[in-house]
């Protein structure tokens, strides 16, 4: 029991606000029921050793957390575990006593035993209650019905366009607000209009009311009368003449503004002519400048490629050709003169140029181009030249180049007699896997040098 007194000492969830019950006995409390402490009828009641009564909480409320106290009677020291026990046969006493409903005063006429009193209480419907909404007034609950029927902060759901509003602004909500309400159209008096399409009902150019006052149908023309729109059909039949003159006028004036605009048309169509003459004009001369510019690049980078020493410094990107040409390639070097003036020659590398059962072979020719003094030199064409593919390994102590002579004999004239006399060379320059080999190229280029040896009579 003790130590239900303890936990009860550190409960401090509950509700209660005095320890006894404020009820009223019929016939009264008699003394001995009623705590010493509250003055209220003993609830849970808790008997000490001395022989005094309390009830539990008011004893909860002395005691704390101390585990000694002093009876509030007799002040007799307390052990809390084992000097104070529950008295449960003088709280069924209590609990069968007859009580009146506290809300007697208010009517209810209901009598019974305590044990019962919270039970009728929570249902009693003479108890007061005060308004949910939160108008303030109370009432009893047997009237909560009538109460909330009239209550002005009741929330109440419209009929027309379902939303809410309490009930002292529904009239607020149905003359100003709510959008699906039917009302009245102020200018021609019909009914059931909603207040959202009444925009439209009385809209001067798409509206349907025959009191709205709109433009005239021939206000486009120059009529600038304003009727109502059920009056429109007679308005447009009294005025059928001066609407047909004010069309005329009109026709009249869009024909001489389309002639103007005609005759400023011929002129801009003209303009345009001549501006796109021009523009052609103007392209053309741009082509043949184009076309003059290119010659003259095409010849500077002739004449910045061409040399008229005898000598040719050719670096050849093998790797880079044979990509663009599945492997078979064909490279021919730029071209260099003897002298100036001089023969016209050039190189022309075939890497597959000879091909035998078991190797290919790289082929170098020496060809003669027909060049820009050749009416001033003597044909047939005769000179040896000497070929030189540069070894090209890191040391250049162990570089061993590789050198041949090409005999030029008998070469005629570039573009006349057998196209095969125009060029000398070597069949068998070098096997290809050789030429390719890290000696002779590095990272696929290799570098050969042409020079013309013997100047030719």
């Known amino acids: 029991m003790a130590d239900s007194v303890r936990s009860c000492s550190n409960d401090t969830s509950s509700t209660e606000v005095t320890g006894g019950y404020d009820a009223e006995f019929e016939p009264a ?49 307390l052990n809390v575990k084992s000097d104070i026990f529950d008295d449960v046969a ?31 209480s929570d249902t009693c419907l003479f108890a007061k209650l005060v308004c949910p909404n939160g108008c303030e007034e109370q009432y009893l609950r047997g009237k909560t019905e009538e109460h909330l029927g009239d209550c ?13 509003f309490i009930r002292k602004d529904e009239m607020n909500h149905k003359l100003i607000r709510c ?20 925009g439209k009902h009385i809209d001067v150019e798409e509206g349907d009311c025959p009191s709205s006052v709109v433009p005239c149908t021939f206000k486009a023309v120059g009529c600038d009368q304003k009727i109502k729109r059920c009056d429109l059909p007679a308005h447009n039949k009294d005025e059928l003449s001066n609407h047909l003159h004010l069309v ?21 169509h003209e303009q345009c002519h001549q501006l796109k003459s021009s523009f052609e004009q103007l392209n053309r001369n741009l082509n043949e400048k184009d076309k003059l510019l290119n010659q003259q690049v095409e010849r500077i980078s002739l004449l910045e490629n061409t040399n008229y020493n005898g000598h040719l410094h050719w670096k050849i990107d093998l790797k880079s050709h044979m990509c663009r040409n599945n492997s078979t390639t064909c490279i021919v070097s ?36 027909k060049g820009d003094y050749d009416d001033q030199l003597h044909f047939p064409f005769s000179t040896t030249c000497k070929v030189t593919l540069f070894d090209q390994v890191k040391n250049t102590h162990e570089r061993s180049d590789f050198t041949t002579i090409i005999t030029c004999s008998n070469m005629s004239r570039a573009g006349m007699g057998n196209t095969r006399d125009q060029f ?12 390719t080999s890290s000696r002779f190229c590095n990272d696929g280029v290799v570098f050969v040098q042409i020079n013309v040896e013997f100047t030719p009579l």
């Not at 069924?92 to 919270?118: A, F, K, P, Y």
């Open 29 to 77: 409390l008699d003394p001995k029921y009623i705590c010493p402490v509250c003055l209220a009828a003993l609830r849970s009641p808790l008997q000490t050793k001395c022989g005094h009564r309390f009830c539990k909480m008011c004893m909860q409320k002395i005691i704390g957390p101390r585990p000694y106290t002093k009876c509030p009677v007799d002040k007799t020291w």
């Open 90 to 120: 003088f709280e069924r006493e209590i609990l069968s006593m007859t009580v009146l409903c506290s809300n007697v005063r208010s009517g209810c006429e209901w009598r019974g035993d305590l044990r019962n009193l919270q039970s009728h």
């Open 152 to 164: 002005p902060l009741h929330l109440l759901d419209c009929t027309h366009c379902s939303e809410s």
């Open 179 to 198: 959008p699906k309400y039917p009302i009245e159209c102020a200018e021609c008096g019909h009914r059931g209009i909603l207040r959202e399409q009444m």
């Open 248 to 268: 005329l006028a009109q026709s009249l004036t869009y024909k001489a503004q389309l002639k103007e605009q005609s005759e400023a048309m011929e002129v801009c």
């Open 334 to 369: 730029p071209a260099f003169y003897t002298s100036q003036p001089g023969y016209k020659l050039c190189a022309r590398l075939e890497t597959d140029g000879h091909v035998t059962r078991n190797s290919t072979y790289t082929s170098l020719f020496i060809v003669l181009q």
């Open 424 to 435: 000398r060379g070597r069949l068998k320059f070098m096997q290809t896997d050789l030429l």
